[in-house]
């Protein structure tokens, strides 16, 4: 009994710590909808920043000039986005997906360049011991032996990424700033009607929302593993989009959908050493993800046919 | 006569108008990968020299640029009419994954005669890669999943299938080397020969025949016709008696074959197997859709796309080959130019960006 | 004076001329009313009041100080305001905040909601502008939407109101309602500018009138000296005829609808509607917008299916058909948009004349087209159609409103169907086009050709109909012969009135 509680804990800890990476990127998506700027460059902001998140760390050993860093790099391919989409009027997809292939590019040349590889490059590099994010250990929760495997090896950015979930939700929805994101995401014409500069909104508030995409990337290299592999984010970007799909663009519902999309990840991460083949395992997520989408359209479709 | 002019005139325009984009593109990123290769400490010279030697300097290096652009023409032409047609689709990947996947199998299984197999393999490939981009068309039409997401789920999945049966159901029997994650190898007579005595082989004259094969069916038939308007304005269509269920599977279908298509060529003519990651890796399907993106979706400027694109990575192999500079710089290059590409850079005819800002107020007032 | 313009002239990049040395003034408190036929320089002269275009030449006064507006926001800080012909709403969000939009009553940096309802519901009541604070814009009958509207521009302390084409949209009744509103505010020492082509409307509310023609004020009347008839007359140019249409007998049965009904989202949007069109018959449908014909048209022509119900075209049954076998059965269909149904912007001319018919003989066999039959079509229906348009591989963006309207209409009054159905065939059209394509559907007509006529303008329907049937609320709220016209009664049941 003891074992099967200890194991579901173990589980419901590897769900956490996929869950925040995922839920940090889908809270930037939710920003970038809620401004209708449709951001599909998730994926390769979150693989770039991860990969500076990791590099910052090699060459200087300071953890927050790592994570700083790595905000300011997704931050600033987020505002490369959201330029190119609002200001140049460019094909929101075609910027996307150029953000990505340039991304996997340009971190793969530099992994090339600097640790002579091409494929992963874990904490004992040629340099030195590398060190990620400290693991919190909150003194209450530490002693209790299930909630303590749950809460197991999460970091200070884990736990920030659900306060940002709540503060996200607080600014959109409660304050001014919010207030008028949310009204140019729904009507454009009729804000810049009143003189509201609109580009400027949605760039900053994009650009400013990127820099969570940044704490993710910190998660994925130097969260609950010290490493950085060849297209670490592994799709979550995309996945982050239809989380952000089926919240409708609300963070807190984010929470929700992403805890969602985490689970099936970890599942596949925790079922790997069942007797069950690692690549069809590794579908799981993916396969899940159109299942949620499909499976929740159908439901918002009998729901609306239901009212009536 | 002073007509007949002015539309040459006008045509010229069009034309110059249609390269400049493009052009300015390639120029602007191969200046700032020029940056990227001099801060690493290479001659930007010798490694672009290097870059165009290896892609074109000489015949065995055309040769392997225009096996190398086999693959990404049809992954282009896949791009191209989806796109066209309305729907953002990049399945591409995963439909070709899965069409080299089942070409390499059947081309080495199947105990009927070279010739046949070859036809036979190719035909399982444009079935498979049909069927996997029908799925996401019925994704969408079923259960309004949009396409960007099951696509790119999709490709995930193809990849992972692919990379378990080769793995474990169907890993080469008789390979040497235990760790090479492959099937077997196709026997010399159910491979796709070389034309020349090159490495290019037939391939890709048959997707020569498809850019020509689309460009009719998209200039001079009534699907074309149908296809186009339904990407303009899908509402339009079917005011105008367009079936748009119909369009959809059957652009889905076109497009699934041609990338099915594209990864069969890939398995018949180049590796002769499969190979496990060996779409993924590559970025065939990638480059396809920047090489439409460059042509604006001209079929046969896609197809000229393709082979610059190719040329970019065979030759950025031989610069990692004589310099420091690894390959992956090349990708850096394409992703610019498709940055660059999403916008409009310059203008070389005014016209339609002022019409259409006025089509607009228009439509509004 | 509050306002005066001095000799504003405005040229397009294109060369056209959209104003020519235009000089008006607005007094305070007072309603003006700018008249003008579609394509007489309004919207660009209010445009540029607004700050949306900036002029070429002249000068813009307002309280006797210069101004350059730059944008709307200009425009704005210099208390002008304007209700546009589309609503400005963010729709998900409530009455309130959309009024306080851009001037927020803060709490810190939080909106501070209670307060904001509070002050929108004062200022709803300063001005007699009922309404409810908390509601949802979208949920807002449309004559309440346009009261947000002004209230934004109140709550803006906007002391000149620009009107564009207020009335367009609404119910009679409402339109009621909203001169009451426009005397209101000029009586409370607002200034409006009404800009509109409904001379009742203008001569019911106005004190001064500028009659627009060519980009030019061709003269200023006050209200006291002038008439509809003299309005009508500058406006145009010529006076104005009415149409006289010989009597044809009805024949067969061409187009019939038995017991029609829609049900959308638990509500009835059309609900048992049984009419019919004989040929040699034109019949129009009367209603206010929204009350069910873009609904029924999309139900006949395949666009949306019926919940029950039948519809015959040729005595063939083609319910809930597609749009290809209704088009087959001799059904052609002028849509009520050109852009959103009508055309595809980005295509060729040829390409939006091919449209319906794609398929069929001469333009197209064994699936392949032929480009040189459709080019030389396309030029026919251009020539006569009388579109403006240098050659038929132009982008149908390239073309004016009122030209591309005209090219859907060339298109499928070509294909001579028996059946036609005819929805707002003459939106954004000058008059003269208008008067040709009334003619040449009048000519389908005497052909034998069945004309089902949607017109949101009244007097187009009560000049061209045989016979109309009243929509209302879905329902066929009446039916009326052409020499049992009466536009009285047909206004009343246009707004659920009963039946006589």
Redesign the interface.
């Known amino acids: 009994m003891t074992l099967s509680a200890e194991y579901l804990a173990t589980v419901l800890n590897s769900t956490l710590r996929e869950v925040t990476p995922l839920l940090l990127v889908t809270l930037c998506a939710c920003v970038c909808s809620k401004v209708s700027v449709f951001n599909?460059a998730l994926e390769g902001t979150l693989l770039t920043s991860a990969f500076f998140a990791f590099l910052t760390q090699y060459f200087t050993r300071n953890i927050y000039l790592s994570v700083l860093v790595s905000v300011l790099v997704a931050m600033l391919i987020t505002f490369i986005m959201a330029f190119?989409i609002v200001h140049?009027?460019?094909?929101s997809?075609?910027?996307g997906?150029?953000?990505?292939?340039?991304?996997?590019?340009?971190t793969?040349?530099m992994l090339?360049?600097v640790f002579n590889t091409?494929g992963t490059v874990n904490a004992m590099t040629p340099n030195g011991l590398l060190t990620g994010l400290t693991k919190l250990s909150i003194p209450g929760l530490r002693d209790i032996p299930i909630v303590r495997t749950v809460f197991n090896n999460l970091t200070v950015i884990d736990y920030l990424a659900f306060a940002l979930a709540i503060v996200t939700y607080i600014v959109m929805y409660?304050?001014?700033?919010g207030?008028?994101l949310?009204?140019i995401g729904?009507?454009k014409?009729?804000?810049s009607?009143?003189?509201?500069r609109v580009k400027r909104y949605q760039i900053i508030s994009t650009t400013i929302s990127g820099g969570m995409i940044g704490l993710a990337g910190c998660l994925l290299t130097l969260g609950s593993v010290t490493l950085f592999t060849q297209n670490i984010s592994a799709?979550r970007g995309?996945v982050a989009?239809?989380a952000n799909?089926l919240c409708k663009g609300h963070p807190l519902g984010a929470l929700l959908s992403s805890f969602l999309f985490g689970f099936t990840k970890a599942l596949a991460s925790v079922l790997q050493n069942t007797a069950a083949?690692q690549?069809?395992l590794?579908?799981i997520p993916?396969?899940s993800?159109?299942a949620a989408?499909?499976i929740y359209?159908?439901i918002a479709r009998r729901k609306?046919k239901a009212?009536? | 006569m002073t007509r007949e002019n002015r539309n040459w005139k006008k045509t010229l325009l069009a034309i110059a108008d249609g390269f400049s984009q493009p052009l300015v593109a390639v120029i602007i990123s191969l200046f700032l990968a020029a940056i990227v290769i001099t801060i690493c400490g290479e001659n930007v010279f010798t490694a672009y020299g290097a870059m165009l030697r290896g892609a074109f300097g000489n015949s065995f290096y055309l040769n392997d640029t225009l096996k190398r652009s086999t693959p990404i023409i049809m992954g282009g032409l896949a791009v191209r009419i989806a796109w066209r047609s309305g729907y953002e689709a990049m399945g591409g990947e995963g439909q070709m994954i899965l069409g080299a996947f089942c070409a390499a199998l059947v081309a080495y299984y199947l105990p009927v005669p070279g010739v046949v197999r070859i036809v036979l393999a190719m035909l399982a490939a444009s079935v498979v890669g049909a069927a996997y981009s029908i799925l996401s068309g019925w994704l969408y039409e079923r259960f309004q999943v949009t396409f960007i997401i099951s696509t790119l789920m999709l490709n995930y999945i193809a990849n992972y299938f692919a990379s378990y049966m080769t793995n474990y159901v169907v890993k080469d029997p008789d390979g040497l080397d235990i760790n090479a994650v492959q099937t077997g190898k196709i026997a010399v007579e159910a491979r796709l020969q070389s034309i020349f005595s090159g490495s290019v082989h037939w391939g890709f004259a048959f997707a020569l025949i498809c850019v020509a094969l689309m460009t009719f069916l998209f200039k001079k038939t009534s699907f074309g016709y149908k296809s186009r308007m339904g990407g303009l304005n899908p509402k339009f269509a079917l005011y105008g008696g367009v079936n748009p269920r119909k369009m959809l599977y059957l652009v889905m279908i076109i497009s699934g074959v041609s990338a099915g298509l594209g990864g069969a060529f890939e398995a018949l003519g180049s590796k002769y197997r499969y190979i496990d990651q060996m779409i993924f890796t590559t970025g065939y399907a990638w480059s396809g859709m920047v090489a439409a993106l460059l042509a604006n979706f001209n079929p046969i400027g896609t197809a000229v796309a393709s082979i610059l694109l190719a040329g970019l990575s065979t030759g950025g192999s031989a610069m990692q080959r004589s310099t420091i500079i690894p390959l992956e710089v090349c990708n850096m290059i394409e992703g610019i130019i498709t940055l660059l590409m999403s916008v409009r850079l310059i203008r070389i005819t005014q016209r339609g960006y002022k019409t259409k800002r006025k089509a607009k107020g228009g439509a509004r007032a | 004076m509050i306002f005066e313009m001095k000799d504003i002239t405005k040229v397009y990049e294109d060369g056209v001329v959209a104003n020519d040395s235009v000089s008006l003034h607005l007094n305070k408190g007072e309603i003006l009313s700018i008249v003008g036929e579609n394509g007489a320089g309004k919207s660009t002269i209010m445009k540029i009041l607004y700050g949306l275009v900036k002029p070429s030449y002249g000068e813009i006064y307002v309280k006797g100080e210069r101004m350059r507006f730059r944008t709307p926001s200009d425009a704005m800080a210099a208390g002008i305001g304007m209700v546009q012909q589309h609503f400005m709403l963010f729709e998900e969000m409530t009455v309130a905040e959309n009024i306080v939009f851009k001037n927020e009553i803060r709490k810190g940096l939080f909106m501070d909601m209670d307060k904001t309802i509070e002050t929108v519901r004062a200022l709803s009541e300063k001005y007699s502008l009922t309404i409810d604070p908390s509601a949802r814009s979208a949920d807002c009958p449309v004559g309440l939407r346009q009261r947000v509207e002004i209230l934004k521009i109140l709550y803006q302390n906007a002391e000149i109101i620009i009107f564009d084409e207020p009335s367009a949209v609404l119910t009679p009744l409402e339109v009621d309602a909203l001169l009451e509103t426009l005397k209101n505010l000029a009586a409370s020492g607002k200034s409006i500018v009404l800009i509109t082509h409904k001379l009742q409307e203008v001569m019911a509310v106005s004190d001064r009138i500028y009659v627009m023609r060519a980009g030019k004020v061709v003269a200023e009347r006050m209200k006291s000296e002038t008439s509809i008839e003299e309005l009508a007359f500058l406006m145009v140019g010529h006076p104005m005829t009415t149409r006289q249409i010989p009597a044809v007998h009805p024949g067969s049965r061409l187009l019939e609808m038995k017991a029609l009904t829609l049900t959308q989202d638990g509500r009835d949007v059309l609900k048992d509607i049984s009419i019919h069109v004989d040929a040699g018959e034109i019949v129009g449908i009367a209603g206010v917008s929204g009350n069910g014909q873009s609904e029924l048209i999309q139900c006949i022509t395949g666009l949306c299916a019926s919940t029950s119900g039948q519809v015959l075209v040729q005595g063939k049954d083609v319910t809930n058909r597609s749009v290809r076998e209704i088009r087959d059965a001799g059904l052609a269909h002028i849509s009520e948009d050109r852009f959103v149904w009508g055309s595809a912007v980005q295509a060729t001319l040829e390409e939006n004349a091919l449209m319906g018919r794609q398929d069929s003989a001469p333009f197209s066999s064994h699936g392949l087209v032929r480009h040189s039959t459709i080019r030389s079509y396309a030029q026919k229906l251009i020539q006569d159609f009388g579109v403006k348009a240098s050659s038929p591989t132009q982008k149908m963006q390239e073309l004016s409103g009122g030209n591309a309207q005209k090219l859907v209409v060339a298109r499928e009054m070509s294909m001579n169907t028996p059946v036609l159905i005819c929805c707002e065939p003459t939106r954004g059209i000058d008059i003269g086009a208008m008067e040709s394509i009334h003619d040449k559907l009048v000519a389908r007509r005497e052909e034998g050709a069945a004309v089902l006529l949607v017109s949101s303008e009244l007097t187009e329907i009560m000049s061209l109909s045989d016979r109309i049937y009243v929509l209302y609320g879905g329902k066929i709220n009446g039916e009326f012969q052409r020499d049992a016209m009466d536009d009285k009664h047909l206004g009343l049941l246009m707004v659920g009135g009963a039946r006589a």
Do not use: D, P, W
């Open positions: 599909i190119f140049l009027n460019g094909q997809m075609i910027v997906m150029a953000i990505n292939t340039f991304s996997l590019g340009f793969t040349f090339s360049m091409k409660k304050t001014v700033i207030f008028r949310r009204a729904i009507n014409s009729a804000a009607s009143l003189g509201i799709a995309y989009l239809a799909n083949k690549q069809l590794e579908c993916y396969v993800t159109i989408m499909a359209n159908v609306s009212l009536s």
